[in-house]
């Protein structure tokens, strides 16, 4: 009915260093750096759309976060070319949402690994995009 296991299970390995094995600290940073490089694209896409000073400083404050997370390294940036480009309202709804979704995927994780800065700014993202979409959609309806 099964076929037999053919392959040694990669769990009796735990105990030889044929392979690196990460803490769950380097999970953590690593997941973290992933959404809020995550949340940096959608930030960039919006700077795209609708250019703002508000949106240059968070995207330099996430970029310093996911390079500090990351080792120095920094991340792939989106280039910010067509700057004001028109974008139907609903395109930037969801895009402002797609960010706090994100941002609140990186708090969730900022929070688990104890790290204040990272959660800190991922709280204010947070709270940037919920208010640009309550702002957005107010404009819609009147």
Known sequence: M???IRTKSVHTMAGTADFP????EEELDIQL???????????DELRGIEPSAELDVA???LTGQVARLRGGRAPVRASVTGAGTTAGSDK???????AHAL??????????RADTAAAILAA???DAHTAATEARR?????
């Open 103 to 112: 941002a609140g995927r990186a708090l969730v994780v900022a929070a688990s």
């Open 138 to 142: 107010a404009l819609t309806t009147h």
């Open 21 to 24: 094995h990460r803490s769950r």
């Open 59 to 61: 995207a330099e404050r």
């Open 124 to 126: 204010e993202r947070m």
């Open 92 to 98: 930037i709804v969801a895009l402002h949402e797609r």
């Open 33 to 43: 750096a992933g959404h809020l490089a995550a949340l940096l694209a959608v930030t």
């Open 2 to 4: 099964y076929e037999p």
